[in-house]
């Protein structure tokens, strides 16, 4: 399961912060800090890969051989594009190659949505980044990896947000909002 997405600039300012799981926000806040540490800290040839630092990694350690593989996070895996830094912290159970591949993913959808996407776009298009990382994860589950259908959902998304409020209303009774033919819900 994934507990937690995040993007950082090369300063160390979020872009993006996501958690699956509760935490308190001081936590989060120390958490953040100490990954972007971790993650800047590294030379370019190091694997992508590192254990959860210690912080919450003293909180979640197994009690019993059995409870090895548990639902807590123990896994950072990093991509560093440019100027950002695309983290995700997951449990042990999810595969570190599916989660690079899942970072690769999420910044081509990215780059086809806004024509080589730069941190700019992320500062000023924010409802766009985050319906992207909803389409493909839900509750710290991966639901969608196929970049087209990820990229045509966000367009829908954006068509729907920009509809005027009254478009399709109108007639009486129920249905009244309906379309004909495709049946698709039309008003609020």
Not at 50 to 67: G, H, M, Q
Not at 97 to 113: C, G, P, T, W, Y
Not at 129 to 140: K, N, P, Y
Request: overall charge negative; charged content about 20%.
């Amino acid at each position: 399961m994934i507990s937690a997405v995040l993007v950082f600039n090369n300063s160390g300012q979020p872009r993006l912060t996501k958690f699956y799981t509760q935490l308190d926000t001081s936590v989060q806040q120390r958490l953040i800090s100490e990954i972007f540490t971790l993650v800047s800290n590294r030379p370019n040839s190091a694997c992508n890969f590192l254990p959860l630092p210690p912080l919450l990694a003293s909180s979640s350690k197994p009690s019993s051989p059995t409870e090895l593989y548990s639902d807590t996070p123990s896994l950072i895996t990093y991509r560093h594009y440019a100027t950002l830094y695309f983290i995700v912290i997951s449990t042990s159970t999810e595969s570190p190659l599916a989660l690079l591949d899942l970072i690769q993913v999420f910044v081509e959808s990215l780059d086809r949505l806004f024509d080589n996407v730069c941190e700019l776009d992320l500062i000023f298009n924010f409802e766009t980044l985050h319906a992207t990382l909803g389409e493909m994860i839900v509750g710290g589950v991966v639901i969608e990896t196929a970049l087209d259908r990820i990229v045509e959902g966000v367009r829908a998304q954006e068509r729907v947000s920009k509809r005027p409020v009254n478009e399709g209303r109108g007639g009486s009774g129920f249905g009244a909002g309906f379309r004909a033919g495709d049946m698709v819900w039309s008003g609020r």
